[in-house]
């Protein structure tokens, strides 16, 4: 193999995210798809001999649920939910995990994180090419419908209903997280068990690298987190053998109006974008999870959502300030090399 195509081999960088995956060179039985899904780049990698068959697999089943899941696809169950003016929508199972995974977040939270908060999101053009900032009455209007409690949903009878006529949801902070789990545990039930799985910077990964040489045994993965400042440049190398690795920052969508930059990260208890974190790590064992605590840390910044991170058993953390300030939990040190 040319040298180039070792080098290409040896490392992937997913410019688009905040979290780029350090790969081995491949074996003979590994496996990858890199596709477009869920506004980002994914990329699947496994090991094995049915490898090839199941990431095909693989991907149909993350299109699938992403229909289900998104709240700007037509005749998915978030849109149904949001065009149903409080009537009960039935859904399906993967909805109303969802929805558990977000409520337990938002309760445990105190409201940083709230899936309810689709139309605030709208307002602000994130989603849209129309990018503004919103009026105050406009914003008012909006914040209205924001709140958890506002939604209503059955598990046993799989059915989800909006209680304000301005609520809207919108999964995104929690549903890529999600699919990634989904697609990680598909590929485990077919044999398979060393896998990558990621979309966009998250991140989840079964049995350390899949494609590490088997005289040298099951490795960890090492996944890279990004500059924000400098994106073609890596701060810190996080090591792991199960589990998920997740960034979230300010950095990946933004626009600025009269000088002042907006990011797409919304305080659900304000309306506004956030402000004092540029990017945060997450370390454990669901995506799903890790993608809505992110979003929670961002909104709560460092103190408060230091104190999260601690308090959240089996959860560790890396928080990047504005500054450049590197603040780690107590126990992600053992897990992270820094590099600056």
Known sequence: MKLKQLLLAFILL????????????????SARRDVLMMDTFVS???????????????????????????AHIEGSDVYRINNALGAQVSVSAETIEVLEVAEEVFRRTNGAFDVTIGAVLRLWGFGT??????????????????GFTNVEFSREEKWVRLKHPATRLDLGGVAKGYIVDRATEFIYSRGIRHAVVDAGGDVRITGGRPNSPRWLGARKARVGVQDPVNRE???????????????????????????????????????SPVRGLSSVTIVTSKAAVADAIATAVMVLGKEAGLALIEDWEGVEALLITAEQEFIMSSGMAALTEVLR
């Open 233 to 271: 440049r890596l701060v810190a190398v996080v090591s792991v053998m199960d589990g998920a690795v997740l960034t979230s920052g300010d950095y990946e969508r933004y626009f600025v109006e009269d000088g002042i930059r907006y990011t797409h990260i919304i305080d659900p208890r304000t309306g």
């Open 129 to 146: 090419e129309a990018r503004q900032v919103p009026t105050a009455e406009e914003l008012l209007s909006a914040m209205n419908g924001v």
């Open 14 to 29: 997913v410019i688009v995210s905040g979290v780029w995956v350090l790969q081995g060179y491949l074996s003979m039985e």
């Open 44 to 70: 699947v990698m496994a090991d094995g001999r049915e490898a090839e068959r199941v990431l095909d697999e693989t991907v149909v089943e993350m299109r699938r649920l992403e229909a289900l899941l998104s």
